[in-house]
């Protein structure tokens, strides 16, 4: 289960390590299997998960008359950090926004720098 931790949550200001050539570097190590997003629909957030395990989580909110969807806070567990995977998260929860038809508000700082840094996404910004 996910501790909340200062250091450790993704969406407070940290920068996940990027190559030069803009993709993500993604070490998974000793990972047992690849890390899944889910959308928990009950929990209103997306999920990543680790061997069934949740290991990270992006929290909306959505306006259903206007079709949009509030990224309100982004956390990942610590020991799980610089991996890439709070964007792995983010991005998938973006595209599955986008192709649901949902315009997006980054509420969550996270969020709002990951849609900075891709523009695929200003279109359907709120």
């Not at 909340?4 to 200001?13: E, Q």
């Not at 700082?109 to 359907?124: D, F, S």
Request: proline content about 5%.
């Amino acid at each position: 289960m996910l501790q909340r931790s200062r250091s450790g949550v993704a969406g407070c200001g940290k920068s996940l390590p990027v190559r030069r050539d803009g993709t993500w570097w993604v070490s998974l190590g000793d990972m047992a299997q690849e890390p899944v997003v889910i959308r928990n629909e009950v929990a209103s957030r997306f999920e990543l998960r680790l061997d069934g395990e949740v290991i990270g989580i992006t929290e909306y909110s959505d306006d259903e008359d206007a079709k949009v969807r509030e990224f309100v806070h982004t956390e990942l567990d610590p020991q799980f950090s610089g991996r890439g995977l709070a964007g792995r998260l983010v991005g998938t929860a973006l595209k599955q926004t986008r192709d649901d038809g949902y315009r997006i508000s980054p509420v969550c700082p996270y969020v709002a720098g990951y849609v900075r840094r891709h523009p695929e996404y200003q279109e359907v910004l709120a």
